[in-house]
């Protein structure tokens, strides 16, 4: 493990580039002086076989190291870039599309919450518009509509958004917010870029609103626990830092 981590620290501070190119230089190098080596012995005359075998094998086997560094080069690039983050918040999406639509409106009240907002869930869902939570800052109020999809692309089409823009304004609200796990059509971000009261949240939004681990300040991510949906530190299992949804 120690190895790995000195890897990981050396690599990181070299372009990938070179992380990469270099074991294959070094395959060249050890390869060509090996040729050479195996030739000047043999002259060139021996064992056809034999030479074949050697001028590959070997350097194949000096290769591994540069390979190994070569690997943790592309990871340790991942982790700077923060693919590893992407990774983890489709994993995270995919718990959020598991959920039930009351746990996934509970979970976007946490995220206005988590943005300051007192968020309060209605009752039933009407057919009118369907508003899911009401919300209140100071002044301001706002309604939310969430539509749940469990599929991955799976999406708000804008018939809906319009629907909900008219209840924005049939309301005289200031502002309404769309929430959903999946995405919105052209057709739905085309319309609502038009309606300043109107925004859009889709899942990746979601997750970039849940806020802050209460110990160390890294993003937090949906889990499945025990006693249901809560906010993880994704640096767990290092932090257990962990944000409970509202009942
Ligand atoms: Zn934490």
Redesign the pocket.
């Known amino acids: 493990m120690g190895v790995f981590t000195w890897l990981d620290r050396l690599v990181s501070r070299v372009p990938l580039v070179v992380a990469v190119a270099m074991p294959i230089a070094v395959f060249l190098v050890v390869d060509l002086a090996i040729q050479l080596i195996i030739l000047q012995g043999f002259g060139g005359t021996g064992s056809f076989v034999r030479w074949e075998w050697s001028a590959i094998t070997v350097p194949v086997f000096a290769f591994i190291p540069g390979y190994l560094v070569a690997i943790v080069a592309v990871a340790a690039q991942m982790k700077r870039l923060g693919w590893w983050r992407l990774l983890d918040s489709n994993r995270s999406l995919d718990t959020i599309r598991s959920l039930s639509w009351r746990e996934f409106e509970r979970l976007v009240a946490a995220g206005f919450a988590a943005k300051g907002w007192s968020a309060e869930l209605v009752g039933q869902r009407g057919p009118d518009g369907g508003t899911d939570l009401f919300l209140r800052k100071g002044k301001q109020r706002a309604i939310v509509q969430c539509k749940q999809r469990r599929f991955p692309g799976g999406y708000v089409e804008a018939r809906d958004v319009r629907e909900f823009a008219g209840v924005i304004t049939a309301g005289k609200l200031m502002k309404g917010f769309f929430v959903t796990s999946g995405v919105f059509t052209p057709e739905a971000t085309d319309f609502a870029e038009k309606v300043p009261q109107l925004e859009l949240i889709d899942g990746a939004d979601l997750l970039v609103m849940f806020g ?7 993003s ?1 991510e949906p889990k499945q626990g025990k006693y249901g949906v809560f906010l993880s ?4 299992p ?5 944000l409970n949804l509202a009942a």
Do not use: E, L
């Not at 802050?212 to 890294?218: D, T, Y």
């Open positions: 802050h681990c209460p110990k160390c300040r890294a937090v530190c994704v640096r767990y290092s932090c257990d830092g962990a």
